[in-house]
């Protein structure tokens, strides 16, 4: 039955509110082999970009063996349950030319942007998410979607042309509301969107129970088993946010209950990391109900001031004091906060793998670049800033690698993905950073 | 309108543009005082009942209440250790007094007492919340927050609205400023409370930034915009060689006229950008961002959407190794001072009214005397006066550094000094000779948060003319 | 009868000869780099300059150890801080710092210990404070050195004024020093030549990473605001080695964290190995105690003098400690000290502006 074939969300109201929820990719929508969309189009490509700061401590991050079963390095230890699925590149190269080394700026502009920046209020370009959007952004309610663990809304790697920022969404919370409520209201009309805390609580998925009941009666079984996987773990994160949020105390029944409040700030690595997982988990859900196809998740800034329990100094501040160790050979406190970073890409590249779709899994119809700022932050070294990609895009492109730059520039893997998302490009990027070589060996 | 300025600066542009292209009869001449021959113009939005627009001679049109006092939002900052300021929807100024430091900059700990405790302002004390009546009714993008006691707050773009007990006068903006620009430079400024402005009334790819001299008009590159003596707002004198250094800013095909901005055929089908009468450009040599290179070229100038107010007649310039500094008549340049503690409220202590243990520390190791040698007061001489807001004469106890009030002008010794922006502004007692600068960056945090800066009216290296 | 009957000579050789006489008749080809010696000008702008810490891979200069720094002095001093004031922590340490004075602080402070010392003999003496070079000579003046050089933050290869002083020098415009030597008869052997010192106003030409300049760019010089800057000095060249007298002073502009800041040498000279593409060698002389140590702490702060450990309050006892010239008229203090900066140059066409 075709009846929700192009309709790919559920409707309903919530106190007067409207409420919508998407829809992931059901059999229902595809066609008889889960190849394929049901009117034959090929299953949407997806890219997204994800940033951690301050770099890696070389010698315990960057594998020895290149190619297919690389080692993993203390450091990327925790990408292990996700090695499969990502490939690593090293010995990329970022060039500035005249420019300055401009600190915690230079390095991510190249990589994002293709030029080197002059100064430090300045993007020299729009981003190269954007320029994926503009090619493959055009058909889902959102054009692309930003997103930072930090919880600081001005921190975003995505830049249209000029200096326009992309801003992220910053609160798990919002982020919901926005997803599932509805934002097509007039402020000042009667009906209203739902208060976000209300709807966590009393859930979306009962202001959509009836759609939903008429959507169960046309599926099969596998996918009402998928749609049932699906309303878990929204469900599931919902009750994630009723968890964090604020409960009154219930000595006082009487008081009014003050309006519940979202994760608080702060930039524990903890907090950090559970808002991270929990706007993982909400972009998940907009990717794979194709409200987006571009998406951009920040984990932390390039000057980033997460912290460590018991440790005077957040990362940034201990990249800077902290000594290297001579038995060690790298900074253990600072190689802390990084393997943290790992473990949240891990997460990222689980959450994405772990998501069926058709025949395979979302990840498998995505590419993921990731990127840092620095590949030293301690001497703001730019040399070799290494860099990830997770995902097949649709079975063009090999998995599992460890990729030695030779020195080349790291802007080949930000070409490559272009070319793979369709942007038509004879090269990209400015200057030294020129390039029109792909990175081969990742393509089948 | 409301889903356009909330779904990302990327549609809010382009509603920008849509405004600028297609509608002019939309551009409706603004309401409240914006005078657009002289002063910066803006864009009338709808506010609640009793709120206007005042032209503040610094910070240009900013929002005031019913009252006269400008409004202001905290917005969140990221310190070297963390944030403060108020993130959308949550009001963070409380009413409780805060006891200890927050540990915000390194590399001091949290959790030491701060100053003068007896005497220390709740953040509400010195930013009262701008409460909304019973009968406030939701307009554009101004709503209500809940605050934890039950009462309603303004807000706008949901950043909570304080007014300052600093401001004296109607639009006055004593109290807060404009955060110096993004990360590079204002990265470890204090979490200010900045003065809520209406939406500029510049074309897209346009901006204004706030400088020493005046609030600068450049691209959104922030590339510095001149215009040319000999041009006016129907032709030109720039052609051939005279565009190998300055280049035209071009306006789209659709643009059309208003307000102060009109558009230039310089030939068939090329348009350029004219402001108040003159052609825009930007020069070509030059790479800085805010630059003033380009008015070292015979009939060029910077532009203005307003000017910087005038300083004191007594007052010089001097040349120094990185450009112009404000000084004194004789010559001493000139340095403002910045201070706010590392607290969670991010109290300021660089007005006279404010705790002066922080100043007192800095400039003299508490102790006064010492003070006025190091960081001498800039003395007015008795026939000099408050010029405008900006600039203007106190009456400083040099013992305690407050105020001395009218009725005990008599009996307390006191000094009549300029300040700027009710603080008063200082020489430095290492500088010898006109055009030293030694006491630039002298304090905690580059005299960014318990230090002097020099005030710059030309920074060809660094961009010192930001404020 | 085949053509080559009629052509004793080959091609080949018909084209030897024309080449052969053209040369003769235009002279010998210039190359690029002779052409960077022009008119007996040459100029050369700084890429890198730091103060010149001899560092043995094991430390042992340092027998005590590394100095601590804000942070570990706060922590030793104020162990319960969370019943103190600001005034009596923060403020007291910030106090301290910004009105330095010679009296104990309670921490020891460990200085270098070793006896060699890279630098120059700048007095003509050899005496009981001095450093040997670690090529024999003796009488290094260089006292800087015995200061900072058991302080992390001023060793390389990651300490952090080691890096960002001398990166500044590389980036920032506002640093761009040069000197064209002028006058020169030869670059290898030259009794006499002039050097004048300018501060230039354009980017560097560097290769493709940026981070390596090229020679062959070219600098204006800053005659706007740079003026004051300019000094003239004598030297010779003595088997490409450039030595100049020393000077009054030397100003060095030096912002690394955006501070526009000076460095004042009195008495500074040039010690320099020279090539048509490069230099690179030593600017000595006496730095003024105040002068450096306020250079430091206003574009640092107590914030990154503790990313290098650099305790300015210890510091500055020591500097006072070991300064050995220029003694102040009334006190009998000395008020300069003795340093050693290692610099690199690349050549440059150094014009007038436009």
New interface residues.
């Given amino acids: 039955m075709r009846t929700f074939n192009r309709r790919r969300f559920l409707r309903g109201t919530l106190n007067g509110g409207m409420v919508s929820v998407g829809l992931p990719l059901l059999n229902l929508f595809l066609s008889d082999n889960g190849s394929a969309m049901a009117n034959g189009l090929p299953i949407p490509q997806r890219f997204g970009t994800w940033s951690w700061g301050l770099g890696m401590s070389e010698s315990i991050f960057v594998p020895k063996n290149t190619g297919a079963n690389f080692d993993l390095p203390e450091e990327i230890a925790a990408l292990a349950p996700v090695q499969e699925h990502i490939n690593l590149y090293t010995n990329f190269h970022v060039f500035r030319d005249d420019a300055p080394n401009l600190c915690h700026h230079s390095g991510w502009v190249v990589l994002r942007s293709g030029t080197a920046p002059y100064t430090s209020e300045n993007r020299p370009g729009e981003t190269i998410d954007v320029s994926i959007a503009r090619q493959i952004g055009n058909a889902t309610r959102f054009k692309s979607l930003s997103a930072t663990a930090t919880g600081d809304v001005r921190d975003s790697f995505s830049y249209e042309g000029g200096n326009s920022v992309n801003q992220p969404e910053w609160s798990p919370l919002r982020f919901y509301n926005r997803l599932f409520g509805d934002d097509f209201q007039h402020p000042n009309a009667k009906t209203f969107a739902p208060d976000p805390s209300v709807l966590v609580r009393k859930s979306a998925l009962s202001a959509v129970r009836e759609d939903a009941r008429k959507l169960e009666k046309s599926l099969g079984a596998e996918d009402r088993q998928r749609l049932d996987q699906y309303f878990t773990g929204l469900r599931d994160l919902e009750n994630r946010f009723d968890l964090q949020l604020t409960k009154p105390d219930p000595r006082e029944a009487c008081v009014v209950a003050a309006a519940p409040s979202d994760l608080p700030a702060g930039l524990d690595a903890d907090l950090v990391s559970k808002r991270h997982r929990m706007l993982t988990d909400l972009m998940l859900m907009a990717v794979a109900c194709d409200q987006t196809r571009v998406f951009n998740m920040f984990y932390a800034s390039a000057f980033s001031a997460t912290t460590r329990p018991g440790y005077d100094k957040p990362h940034h501040t201990a990249t800077h004091e902290e000594a290297v160790d001579d038995a060690l050979g790298y900074q253990p406190n600072t190689s802390w906060y990084t393997r943290r970073a790992m473990e949240e890409w891990a997460y990222y590249v689980g959450a994405l793998a772990n998501c069926k779709e058709g025949d395979g899994t979302l990840l498998d119809n995505a590419l993921i670049y990731a990127n840092t700022d620095q590949s030293f932050a301690k001497v703001h070294g730019i040399d070799g800033i290494p860099m990830f990609s997770a995902g097949s895009a649709g079975g063009r492109v090999k998995t599992g690698l460890h990729i030695d730059g030779g020195g080349s520039p790291g802007c080949r893997l930000g070409y490559t993905a272009q070319k793979l998302m369709g942007v038509e490009l004879e090269s990209w990027g400015t200057k030294s950073n020129t390039t029109s070589s792909d990175i081969g060996e990742i393509l089948i | 309108m409301k889903f356009l300025f909330n779904a990302g600066c990327r549609n809010a542009a382009a509603f920008t543009l849509v405004y600028w292209l297609l509608s002019p009869s939309l551009l409706a001449a603004p309401t409240g005082s914006a005078d657009y021959s002289v002063h910066e113009g803006y864009r009338d939005v709808p506010m609640p009942e009793g709120f206007s627009v005042v032209i503040n001679e610094l910070d240009g049109p900013v929002f005031v209440n019913s009252e006269g006092k400008t409004l202001y939002q905290w917005p969140q900052k990221e310190h070297r250790n963390g944030y403060s300021g108020e993130p959308q929807g949550s009001p963070q100024c409380g009413d409780e007094v805060v006891r200890v430091t927050a540990g915000l900059m390194s590399p001091y700990p949290p959790g030491i007492l701060l100053p003068e405790l007896d005497t220390r302002p709740s953040c509400t004390d010195l930013w009262p919340p701008e409460f909304a009546d019973e009968q406030a009714e939701e307009v554009g993008e101004w709503t209500l927050i809940e605050r934890a006691d039950g009462r309603h707050q303004w807000s706008y773009d949901e950043q909570a609205l304080y007014t300052s007990i600093r401001d004296v006068e109607p639009g006055d903006s004593i109290g807060g400023r404009k955060r110096r620009f993004g990360s590079g430079f204002g990265r470890d400024d204090p979490a200010y409370r900045i003065p809520l402005a209406p939406p500029q009334n510049i074309p897209p790819g346009f901006a204004i930034q706030a400088t020493t001299i005046g609030r600068m008009l450049t691209t959104d590159k922030n590339e510095a915009l001149y215009s040319f003596d000999q041009d006016t707002a129907s032709s030109t004198a720039c052609e051939q060689h005279c565009l190998h250094k300055w280049q035209p800013i071009f306006a789209p095909a659709l643009a059309r006229s208003q307000g102060d901005w009109s558009i230039l055929e310089r030939s068939p089908g090329v348009r350029q950008w004219v402001f108040r009468g003159k052609p825009l450009y930007r020069y070509l040599p030059e790479s800085r961002s805010w630059s003033q290179l380009g008015s070292d070229e015979q009939g060029w100038h910077n532009v203005f959407t307003q000017p910087a107010p005038a300083y004191p007649p007594s007052f010089t310039r001097q040349a120094t190794i990185v450009g112009e500094v404000l000084a004194n008549a004789q010559g001493h340049t000139i340095y403002l001072y910045f201070c706010a503690d590392d607290s969670e409220d991010q109290l300021a202590c660089d007005h006279p009214l404010d705790t002066q243990v922080y100043r007192l520390a800095m400039c003299g190791g508490g102790d006064p005397d010492r003070c006025l040698q190091h960081w001498p007061y800039v003395l007015a001489s008795p026939d000099e006066h408050s010029i405008n807001r900006t600039w203007t004469v106190l009456n400083i106890d040099p013992t305690t550094g407050r105020p001395v009030r009218e009725q005990d002008l008599v009996s307390t010794e006191y000094l009549r000094v300029w300040a700027y922006r009710d603080r008063p502004v200082y020489t430095y007692g290492i500088d010898k000779v006109p055009g030293d600068v030694h006491g630039g960056g002298i304090g905690e945090w580059r005299g960014q948060r318990n230090g002097l800066r020099a005030f710059w009216l030309r920074n060809d290296f660094m961009s010192g003319i930001l404020r | 009868m085949s053509s080559s009957n009629y052509f004793p000579i080959k091609p080949r050789g018909v084209v030897a000869l024309c080449l052969a006489m053209l040369l003769t008749v235009a002279g010998p080809v210039k190359s690029e780099e002779a052409m960077a010696l022009t008119n007996g000008t040459i100029g050369y702008v700084f890429t890198d300059l730091f103060w010149s810490i001899y560092q043995t891979p094991g430390a042992e200069e340092c027998p005590d150890g590394f100095n601590d ?3 570990e002095q ?1 922590t030793a001093l104020f162990p319960h ?7 009596q ?3 007291w340490q ?2 301290q710092t ?2 330095p004075n010679t009296e104990p602080d309670g921490f020891a402070f460990h200085s270098v210990e070793g006896d060699l010392s890279w630098g120059l003999n700048l007095d003509g003496k050899v005496s009981d404070e001095d450093f040997t070079h670690p090529e024999g000579t003796a009488g290094i003046d260089n006292q800087i050195y015995r200061a900072v050089g058991c302080i ?1 933050g001023f060793r390389g290869p ?1 300490g ?1 004024e080691y ?1 960002f002083q001398d ?1 500044a020098i590389f ?4 640093n761009r020093l040069m000197i064209e030597i002028t006058g020169i008869d030869d670059l290898e052997n030259d009794t006499r030549v002039t050097v004048n010192l300018y ?1 230039g106003s354009d ?4 290769d ?4 390596t300049a090229v020679a062959g760019g070219t600098q204006r010089i800053d005659r ?3 003026q ?2 300019v000094r003239q000095m004598q030297g010779r060249i003595v088997d490409s080695v450039l030595t100049t007298e020393p000077i009054e002073d030397l100003i060095i ?1 030096w ?1 690394n ?6 460095q004042l040498i009195r008495d500074a000279r040039f010690q320099l190995d020279l090539s048509t593409t490069s230099a690179h060698g030593l600017l000595a002389g006496f730095a003024d105690v105040d002068t450096w140590y ?1 250079q430091l702490i ?2 640092d ?4 003098l ?4 650099i305790s300015g309050i210890s510091l500055y006892k020591a500097l006072r400690l070991f300064a050995d010239a220029y003694p102040d008229p009334e006190s009998g203090d000395n008020t300069a000290i003795s340093t050693a900066l290692d610099v690199k140059m690349t050549q440059v066409f150094i014009v007038e502006p436009e």
Avoid at chain 3, 81 to 87: D, G, I, K, M, R
């Fill in positions: 720094g804000p942070r706060f801080h969370e019943s103190l004031t600001v005034e922590t923060q403020l910030e106090v910004w009105h992390i990651d952090v890096i990166k980036d920032s415009i506002y501060r980017r560097l030409l560097t493709a990473t940026g981070s706007r605001w740079g004051s800057l502009p912002q964290l955006g501070v526009p800041s000076i306020y206003r574009n702060s107590t914030h990154h503790s990313n290098g450990q």
